[in-house]
């Protein structure tokens, strides 16, 4: 006979572990299945217990299958799987759903507003950034077909009532 080592009991206290939790799942369901008693106390309010109350006491089987969601009805009353909203539920619904979209499009418009106020800011940065130098500098730098050149005093005076009209019809506030 073998002599037991330490690893090879650990190891079978291991599997027994194993297939005692095996067995406790697979029996669960069965376990949990059973009657449920349902009744209305005298201030009428309901109530559900796995031990049966006194008389008046409705006994109502429990599985562990899935049900259907308590604001649905069977279209055949018969747990077919087909389900049809009660009609006062799917106005809500409708009501929640046209919320939704309202919501998604209202969100769309801000989003493209913020977007377009962004640029416009940038926009009136860049001009006031502009009309900053063009005061500033007596001689203007620009760059045309890849060749830099000085503007005119004309130029300038041109620019800077360009950029002024764009400023007062743009970035006014």
């Known amino acids: 006979m073998r002599p037991f080592s330490s690893q090879t009991l650990g190891q079978k206290f291991r599997m027994i572990g194993i297939l005692m939790s095996a067995a406790a799942v697979c029996s669960a369901p069965s376990a949990m299945a059973g009657s449920v008693y349902k009744w209305t106390d005298e201030n009428g309010v309901t109530h559900y ?7 008046d006491a409705e006994k109502m089987k429990v599985g562990t ?9 069977s279209q055949s009353g018969e747990g077919d799987g087909a389900y049809t909203v009660k009609p006062e539920l799917q106005s809500q619904i409708d009501a929640l759903e046209k919320k939704q979209q309202i919501d998604e499009v209202q969100s769309k418009i801000d989003a493209e507003t ?3 106020m962004n640029k416009k ?5 860049a ?3 502009n009309m900053k130098t063009i005061q500033e500098n007596a001689r203007i730098q620009v760059e045309e077909e890849g060749e830099r050149r000085y503007l005119t005093a004309e130029e300038i005076v ?16």
């Open 49 to 55: 217990s796995d031990k049966k109350p006194s008389k």
């Open 127 to 129: 001009l006031r950034g």
């Open 158 to 173: 041109e620019k800077r009532a360009k950029i002024a009209t764009d400023l007062q019809e743009n970035c006014s506030e």
């Open 65 to 73: 299958t899935a049900s259907k969601p308590a604001n649905q009805e």
């Open 121 to 125: 800011q940038a926009r009136c940065e």
């Open 114 to 116: 913020t977007e377009a």
